[in-house]
């Protein structure tokens, strides 16, 4: 079957780093995509890696090891605008997004 | 990046009627655009997948005839809740990629919270 494994719940506190991970196992995979979702509003993009390795975006990082099934998103200087969710969704071989419950961050002063 | 709008942002509506909720792909045109259903704290769960000038596909579990989708254009896809009851209240979310893009970004729609009453 399909799955995804994210922590439900993390806390971390404003300027700091925190590290979300991620494993899945899909039927096929086709990259993986990593969404952020505040309360009450809909998913917006934050990355999608198809290769092993890190992909850097401005305070956002990605990392991503297939063999594992594997990945990581990777927030720094932390703001309280980044209390939200974060769902990890591999893409599986008909291309279809499969979603997980997400991880809630909560960044305390 | 691509806009994909959706309306209304919420709609509160007596059990036993319909509502319709509208999802736009403002600047690009979807051949295909995807409807999903969250209730709180689970996850996204795909509804079906709208095809322009064709049937939708169903997920599993999903009744075809009490969520009608009709995608007349490449812009418009519509989801409508037939008779709808209390336990059809959620949060309704569309979501379409530009065309050629398989494995690109999912656009994803503002969101209509759907309480029935």
């Known amino acids: 079957g399909q799955n995804i494994d994210q922590p439900t719940e993390m806390t971390a506190t404003e300027g700091a780093i925190v590290q979300i991970n991620c494993t899945y196992q899909?039927?096929?995979?086709?990259?993986l995509f990593w969404y952020q979702q505040h309360a009450g509003e809909a998913p917006t993009f934050l990355s999608y890696n198809v290769l092993d390795g890190l992909e850097e975006k401005g305070r956002f990082s990605s990392f991503l090891s297939r063999s594992k099934g594997y990945s990581y998103l990777l927030l720094k200087e932390l703001q309280m605008k980044d209390s939200a969710s974060y769902l990890c969704a591999p893409m599986d071989s008909n291309y279809q997004l499969i979603w997980g419950a997400g991880t809630k961050l909560i960044i305390k002063p | 990046g691509a806009v994909v709008s959706q309306h209304p942002s919420w709609v509160i509506c007596k059990s036993g009627t319909s509502v319709k909720i509208e999802c736009r792909s403002l600047d690009f045109q979807a051949t295909t655009m995807f409807w999903y259903r969250q209730f709180p704290k689970q996850s996204l769960m795909l509804m079906a997948t709208?095809?322009?000038?064709?049937?939708?596909?169903?997920e599993q579990g999903v009744e075809k005839d009490k969520f009608l989708i009709n995608h007349a254009s490449l812009t418009l896809s519509t989801l409508t809740v037939t008779s709808a009851h209390p336990e059809d209240s959620s949060f309704y979310i569309c979501?379409?990629?530009?065309?050629?893009?398989?494995?690109?970004?999912?656009?994803f729609g503002e969101g209509s919270r759907l309480t029935v009453l």
């Open positions: 979501s379409a990629r530009p065309p050629g893009t398989d494995t690109g970004e999912l656009f």
């Open positions: 709208s095809n322009e000038g064709s049937k939708a596909t169903y």
């Open positions: 899909t039927s096929g995979f086709n990259g």
